[in-house]
């Protein structure tokens, strides 16, 4: 099981611009910055399992709130900030599919 801290300091340490987390899929860095004349960035798999709907689940209670839970649960979907080790912000985009949440985090 990844752990939600531990990715977002790789992310925030290797500075990617994004990171994401999809069901069935292994954490995804991007950067685009580093990479401006590749269309879409660079991608970089993080070395690792497929990311399970257990995983998908820890992601959720560790990131969102019980109103952001609700609402993405209720609506498909949320977007909100998540203040990580009290000084990094991140964005975060949360979506549901097949009944798994997966997660991109700028």
């Known amino acids: 099981m990844y752990s939600m801290d531990d990715l977002l300091a790789l992310a925030d340490a290797e500075k990617a611009d994004k990171l994401k987390l999809h069901f069935g899929k292994p954490p995804v860095m991007v950067w685009y910055d580093k990479y401006p004349k590749l269309p879409g960035g660079k991608a970089s798999l993080i070395e690792g399992p497929a990311i399970t709907s257990e995983d998908s689940e820890h ?3 560790s990131l969102a709130n019980s109103r952001q839970r609700r609402e993405i649960r ?10 990580f080790r009290g000084s ?5 985009r949360a979506s549901v599919t097949d009944g798994v949440v997966g997660f991109e985090i700028q």
């Not at 209720?74 to 203040?83: I, K, P, V």
């Open 59 to 61: 992601f959720l209670f």
């Open 74 to 83: 209720e609506r498909g979907g949320a977007t909100f900030f998540f203040l």
């Open 88 to 92: 990094i912000l991140f964005l975060v």
